[in-house]
């Protein structure tokens, strides 16, 4: 279990960079002007309610003192006494009065109202409420899995119950843990890709390798990228913050949510024989797969890992101290069903709120691919004639593309490579990947210097007709002279993506840890 380092830090030092001087925190939603959520792969208005039921009072939430310590679980290790214990908790869920918000269809809506523009931001006319892509991503989805465990505890009268994590990030973790797959089971959802059902091997990159050796190793590349090689500083990782009076359509995901959390998703996802990816593929239904909680426990503990357990170096501060981030409120019912209100700085230590991970190997940790030979490379994609993307930009991203883009100075030097107005469709599952001097050009080989980053989305609402633009940024770390070649590999079909600029960016000097 990852038991020790988090309680070092409270609150206060757990939490970001330059406070705001002009904005807001977002508020919590108004639950009696919940309106009509939006089928995101459609745009069409779903004909179902996602609105939780109106109670009142809403009482601001208290963290109880921790007298005994969950332990999550890895999905691949569980007992059968626990898949039993598991399995019962969410069918007593499934047998709750309908207008029980700790109902199984209510605890899912949760997602759907917060994800699919049934909320507006208090104050702000019909601007949306959205809490993903932005720095609000991983503190709402650990307050969602916090109430969901302590109400299937509550069920089966266990308060020490602890939900499992898919550990897709190893190996032995890396297919549909088995206990959802048994069509007798509570936890089973049939709105799931049929071909991906286990021995099938998760694909975080979305490259539909054949190969299974390969997958693997791609993924362990994935991970290592996200969560180490990838980031300059704590949004890198995070997300870009998101205030009150913003458009959420403008702001930019980090990489752990970009990458194997979107990936998860639409593997999962049902894009054959379900009209919108149903369940896991779209916002509105995800919660209606059991997986999902199991998915994301997994998603939160690759947050605790950031915080507390990962090599400090590239990130000194890993905090977020912006009050705009830590006073952030969301609404939720308890165990009890009472409505209670939390906020962002609550819920920055995993183990003062009572729980924590089984400890599992981290394969990708020192996963770092081989060093390129930078001279080589360039002179070879010199030899192709790849344009300069002056030439290029804006650009509508359809195919594969290559191009030459100048550093800020020649060598080794701490640079970013910035894709700038990314203009997408929101309705579409959308991903590119991003190579950098790639020697061989095989896109399905992920797991080499070359290999930079992605960016991805699962469907969501905007306010823009259905288009939102954002930028991201992926960070340099082999040896380059003065010029670089760039390749662009779509994953997605068709159109959906504009590009309006790249350009490589000197880092500013990491302040040192505490500062």
């Avoid at 700038?420 to 001097?437: G, S």
Wanted: charged share 20%.
């Amino acid at each position: 279990m990852l038991v020790g380092m988090g309680g070092l830090y409270g609150s206060t030092t757990l939490a970001s960079t330059t406070p705001s001087a002009t904005a807001n925190p977002i508020q919590a939603p108004e639950l009696t002007k919940c309106g009509t959520a939006t089928n995101l792969n459609n745009g069409e208005k779903l004909d179902i309610n996602c609105c939780p039921p109106i109670s009142d009072p809403i009482i601001d939430y208290k963290l109880p003192p921790v007298f005994q310590m969950k332990i999550r679980p890895s999905a691949h290790r569980v007992s059968p006494e626990y898949m039993f214990k598991f399995n019962t908790a969410i069918d007593r869920m499934k047998r709750l009065p309908k207008d029980d918000p700790r109902n199984f269809m209510q605890q899912a809506n949760i997602h759907c109202a917060y994800c699919n523009g049934a909320y507006d931001q208090p104050g702000q006319g019909t601007l949306d409420l959205q809490i993903h892509n932005s720095w609000l991503f991983f503190p709402f989805h650990r307050w969602y899995l916090y109430f969901y465990e302590r109400i299937l505890g509550k069920l089966i009268g266990d308060p020490t119950f602890a939900l499992p994590f898919w550990n897709w990030d190893n190996p032995k973790g890396m297919t549909m843990p088995p206990m959802f797959v048994d069509p007798k089971s509570s936890l089973y959802d049939k709105k799931r890709n049929q071909e991906h059902l286990p021995p099938a091997v998760v694909d975080l990159g979305l490259t539909n390798s054949t190969d299974t050796l390969q997958v693997v190793a791609n993924n362990l590349t994935i991970m290592y990228s996200e969560m180490i090689r990838g980031n300059s500083d704590a949004n890198d990782f995070m997300g870009q913050a998101y205030r009150e009076g913003d458009e959420s359509s403008a702001k930019a995901a980090g990489s752990s949510e970009r990458g194997s959390h979107t990936s998860v998703h639409a593997w999962v996802g049902d894009f054959k024989d379900q009209p919108s990816g149903e369940d896991m593929g779209n916002f509105y239904s995800a919660g209606r797969d059991p997986l999902f909680y199991c998915h994301h426990a997994n998603v939160d503990r690759m947050w605790t890992l950031w915080q507390y357990f990962l090599p400090s170096n590239k990130v000194p501060d890993k905090r977020i101290t912006d009050t705009d981030f830590l006073n952030t409120a969301f609404l939720f019912y308890d165990e009890n069903a009472q409505l209670v209100r939390v906020t962002v700085k609550d819920c920055l230590d995993n183990l003062r709120m009572g729980y924590d991970f089984e400890r599992i190997d981290l394969p990708w940790l020192d996963y770092r691919p081989p060093r390129q030979s930078a001279r080589a490379k360039i002179n070879r994609a010199s030899s192709a004639a790849a344009p300069k993307a002056a030439t290029l930009f804006p650009l509508t991203l359809d195919g594969v593309v290559r191009f030459q883009v100048d550093k800020t100075k020649k060598g080794k030097a701490d640079e970013s490579l910035v894709l700038e107005d990314i203009k997408v469709d929101t309705t579409k599952l959308l991903k590119f990947d991003v190579f950098v001097n790639d020697e061989d050009d095989n896109p399905g080989e992920l797991d080499k210097a070359a290999y930079l980053g992605t960016y991805a989305q699962v469907p969501h609402k905007s306010a823009n007709n259905n288009s939102s633009t954002s930028s991201i940024k992926l960070k340099l770390t082999e040896l380059y002279d003065d010029t670089i070649v760039v390749t662009l590999v779509p994953r997605h079909q068709g159109p959906g993506v504009t590009i309006g600029g790249i350009k490589i960016v000197e880092n500013p000097p990491a302040p040192a840890a505490g500062s």
